[in-house]
């Protein structure tokens, strides 16, 4: 593993940049997870328990 940061502050605005393969991966899963729950949540309100 090298010591190389996944991000980078932003040099304008607010917020972090994926700078790293393993950056791009941890954003892409946590997209993931969220639709994820939202789909779910969307899913359970329609559906009902």
């Known amino acids: 593993m090298t010591d190389r940061p996944w991000f980078k502050r932003k040099t304008y605005g607010w917020g972090w ?3 790293s393969w393993q950056g791009w991966l941890v954003t892409l899963g ?3 997870v969220i ?3 939202v789909r779910l949540g969307a899913f359970i309100l329609v559906h009902g328990r």
Do not use: D, G, H, S
């Open 17 to 19: 940049t994926p700078v």
């Open 30 to 32: 946590l997209v993931v």
């Open 35 to 37: 639709t994820v729950i």
